[in-house]
């Protein structure tokens, strides 16, 4: 009797390997390599070709495994499990280096999302166009979210700033939040959180590399 597909919503780590295997997917394409075997994508990611085979049977994808996976239609399918295909409104809040450098080089609008607006506290700041995108003073932040219908922002505020401002754009309409400040943030259960502790990462970088 065949294995019958899980149903649901995905788990974050097969999301979180999904959405790194669409990117190496994409990659192979440049490369102009049309069909990938579960072992190759393992190898480029870094886990093994069992993983990769439960995780690609997460999602409605009908390719063959045993012939490998057509890379244009295993990206199509890990797109729509991803919901990427259903645009969504993003905000960045802070723009000091961290959040203009996200700004001006992460491909949003590639990956279902849409970069409405930014904010700032500063005056110097306020009114210009950073990527083609106006920077909006924090004051009008709440008013703004509601009229652009953001859902998403990124937090790159001060960690004295962070749980307030997180306070009103979660009263705004906010249901995720790519946090990089150095606090924990504490928020209702329907809101999601994701931390970016850039530190965190160098710090486990620099164990691994005394061992």
């Known amino acids: 009797m065949p294995q019958k597909r899980p149903s649901g919503t995905l788990s974050p780590p097969v999301i979180q390997r999904l959405s790194e295997y669409l990117l190496i997917l994409e990659q192979f394409i440049t490369q102009e390599q049309e069909v990938v075997s579960s072992r190759a994508l393992a190898t480029v990611y870094g886990n093994n070709s069992s993983q990769v085979r439960h995780d690609i049977f997460q999602i409605e994808h009908k390719g063959s495994q045993s012939h490998g996976y057509l890379c244009i239609e295993l990206i199509k399918d890990i797109r729509i499990a991803l919901n990427l295909q259903n645009e969504k409104n993003l905000c960045i809040i802070g723009m000091g280096n961290l959040g203009r450098a996200i700004t001006a080089h992460v491909p949003f609008d590639k990956y279902g999302m849409n ?97």
């Open 115 to 211: 970069l409405s607006a930014t904010f700032d506290i500063d005056p110097d700041v306020v009114g210009k166009k950073i990527g083609g995108i106006e920077v909006y003073s924090a004051e009008s932040m709440m008013d703004i979210l509601k009229e652009k219908n953001i859902t998403m922002a990124a937090l790159c505020v001060p960690a004295t700033r962070a749980q307030k401002t997180c306070d009103q754009i979660i009263h705004s309409g906010v249901k995720g939040i790519l946090n990089y400040s150095r606090i924990r943030l504490k928020v209702p259960e329907h809101v999601s959180v994701h931390y970016e502790q850039i530190i965190c990462s160098f710090m486990q970088l620099s164990y691994k590399c005394s061992l």
